[in-house]
């Protein structure tokens, strides 16, 4: 296994390698200030040019310059609100903004409905200003630019920088081009602050059985901690690891006992505790990266059960529903099939006013898939030992079925919608026109693409059939750990407007009392 320092670049690979960034953090100022031979177009009147090069008004928009690279153009941000997205450009025009049709969602508070239009003109980075607001090059404004390689457009608040990678694509190349496709069209942000090694520092220490039970004692009315306590940092979960652990020893113990004395009555703990051991372990995971602790392992248990069951007898329903759906895409149908069924199994808890967190839903989606995942795993593997392979298929069962959790599989999926759903709900009443909210449809969207690619009998470019779920795994980590980066954000911007106001209190308190004394 390689170190954690290497599996971190390996990671950060995903999101610098194909952009040619360096290794490491890049900040504005390792960056030249002065964008070189941007074309500009005048900013009176604004206007677009069509495919043709030249705006309404005559004047030309900028061709090819000699020597510009051909390869993948990505428009990334170096700086400002909008820090670390990335937008892979193409011919297909890509928008920019904060309305429903937009493909890429800023968090920028200049950036507002539709405000720009990206997309490959030749081989340069052209941008559309689609408003009355313009785009600035070199302090210029802007209606159009088109921009070669490392070239810089500030877009409200952000500065932006173009980057294009020339080397041959690898496997690495084509998951970071999966990732930044799967992360605009889902609408969440690449997981810029993330570092492994950091975050899984605590794995390795001694802990000791204290510290475990203090870890599953929050969610009560006295564990819960208040907004101004709860700690925002990235999280250093390590009790799953101890719980997997902890749990492929049961696994083995139960493999021992069924090679040495084949008594039957072994097969339902080694069925149980093999499909138990890495769903339960990736929940515990999400349990821990819950920074708000406001969810009691009691309701997780609950949860786990009721949903995983739930969501079972609600997507038999809608296999039933949608027969024709199975006869046309096979195995595939169940993206769209048991997507459906669990996040309606999310109404279970979706109006409780006490989870309001995008965390909270991340935990809570992924309580369901786990649920899901459990009692799907130990089905297959009861007919697997049933048909003509017997306890080595079963065995075989298991086994995939354990190492592919970790790649993917429900867990990550119903955890991504969740998280959306609760993304969209925040501290609000739930209301059912929250379900067609372009920002949650978009995660749903891309999760039920993914699971059925997972499911169906086909092979992707470069990786082929096995490695295929490799590349889907890691693009979906990639957008679980750009969720939990969004989630931290929403928890540090609440804790910045409590301080304010409690402020703005205390400053409407001094103020009589100062009166009063003069």
Not at 258 to 275: A, E, K, Q
Request: hydrophobic residues 45%.
């Amino acid at each position: 296994m390689p170190p954690l320092g290497d599996l971190n670049r390996m990671a950060c690979g995903l999101l610098q390698a194909t952009a040619g960034l360096p290794p490491g953090p890049r900040t504005h100022a390792d960056l030249p200030v002065q964008p070189r031979g941007c074309s500009i177009v005048s900013m009176d009147p604004i206007d677009t040019a069509p495919e043709g090069g030249h705006t309404p008004s005559g004047r030309p928009a900028a061709s090819a310059a000699p020597g510009s690279v051909t390869g993948t153009h990505l428009l990334v941000c170096i700086a400002g609100p909008d820090l670390h997205k990335r937008i892979l450009v193409g011919a297909t025009p890509v928008q920019l903004g904060t309305s429903a049709d937009c493909a890429v969602l800023s968090d920028d508070p200049e950036v507002v409905g539709a405000f720009a239009r990206i997309r490959l003109d030749g081989q340069q980075v052209r941008i559309d200003a689609l408003g009355t607001l313009p785009l600035y090059v070199d302090g210029h404004a802007a209606s159009t630019v088109v921009a070669r390689a490392r070239q810089q457009v500030r877009i409200g608040r952000s500065l932006w920088e173009v980057h294009v990678t020339t080397t041959p694509v690898s496997v690495f190349d084509f998951v970071s081009r999966m990732g930044d496709h799967l992360s605009n069209a889902a609408g969440i942000e690449k997981p810029g602050e993330w570092n492994a090694r950091e975050m899984f520092a605590d794995v390795t220490k001694a802990h000791e059985d204290s510290e475990i039970e203090a870890n599953f004692t929050v969610g009560t009315a006295l564990t819960t901690p208040q907004l101004g306590e709860i700690d925002s940092r990235w999280p250093r979960p390590w009790v799953f690891v101890r719980v997997c652990i902890l749990s492929l020893m049961l696994y083995w113990g139960f493999l021992f006992a069924w090679d040495r004395f084949h008594n039957v009555n072994l097969i339902p703990g080694l069925i149980m505790i093999g499909s138990v051991a890495m769903p339960l372990s990736l929940l515990l995971f999400f349990f821990e990266v819950n920074v708000p602790r406001n969810v009691s392992l009691y309701q997780v248990i609950r949860l786990l059960l009721t949903g995983g069951l739930v969501s079972i007898i609600v997507s038999l329903f809608l296999f039933d529903l949608t027969a024709g759906l199975s006869n046309w895409l096979g195995a595939a149908s169940a993206g769209i099939v048991e997507e459906t069924g669990k996040v309606l199994t999310l109404l279970l808890v979706v109006r409780d006013k006490r989870f309001r967190w995008t965390l909270n839903g991340l935990l809570l989606g992924a309580t369901v898939g786990a649920g899901f995942a459990i009692f799907e795993s130990a089905g297959y593997a009861l007919r697997a030992a049933l048909g003509p392979g017997g306890d080595v298929a079963m065995r075989d069962t298991i086994l995939h079925r354990g190492v592919l959790t970790l790649l993917g599989g429900h867990v990550l999926w119903t955890g991504l919608t969740g998280a959306a759903l609760w993304r969209v709900r925040e501290d609000k009443p739930f209301d059912r026109s929250m379900f067609s909210d372009p920002r949650f449809l978009r995660v749903l969207g891309v999760c039920m693409v993914l699971h059925m690619t997972w499911n169906a009998n086909v092979a992707l470019p470069i990786v082929g059939y096995y490695g295929k779920f490799m590349v889907l795994g890691a693009a979906t980590w990639l957008l679980v750990l750009g969720m939990i980066q969004s989630g931290l954000r929403q928890v540090r911007e609440a804790q910045a407007q409590e301080a304010m106001r409690r402020s703005g209190q205390m400053e409407a308190a001094v103020i009589p009392i100062s009166t009063a004394m003069a």
